[in-house]
């Protein structure tokens, strides 16, 4: 069983910024592709980046490209959501996802609220 925690999210202003973290085993975090989705209210999750497990090749939605950063420490079982520049658009539930594609992933956190007040 893969448990993920997330945690880092909160109420923000916007053009602020957020750093989000989410904790698995480093086994899980070294061994497959950790990423992000978010899913704002009344809408679909969606999803936000991905980093891989071998590599280290990121991906990012169009919409967070050149504002967010993901990353991951495999020695601490870590991966964190960078978010700079953020607008109401980016308020959202953040889901921590592990062995993922751009359309779902296998492994879920419970998610973290993010909330850019304008």
């Known amino acids: 069983q893969v448990q993920l925690a997330e945690s880092g999210g909160g109420l923000v202003q916007a053009g602020g910024s957020l750093r989000l973290s989410c904790a698995g085993s480093?086994?899980?975090?070294?061994?497959?592709?950790m990423g992000w989705f978010r899913q704002a209210p009344g809408k679909e999750r969606e999803f936000v980046a991905v980093?891989?497990?071998?590599?280290?090749?990121?991906e990012y939605a169009d919409s967070v490209k050149g504002r967010f950063t993901i990353s991951r420490d495999n020695a601490k079982g870590t991966v964190t959501l960078q978010m700079n520049s953020l607008n109401s658009e980016d308020t959202a539930i953040y889901y921590c996802?592990?062995?993922?594609?751009?359309?779902?992933?296998?492994?879920w956190g419970q998610g973290t609220q993010v909330t850019v007040s304008s």
């Open positions: 996802a592990a062995d993922l594609t751009r359309r779902s992933a296998r492994y």
């Open positions: 480093v086994l899980t975090v070294s061994r497959l592709n």
């Open positions: 980093i891989a497990w071998r590599g280290g090749t990121t």
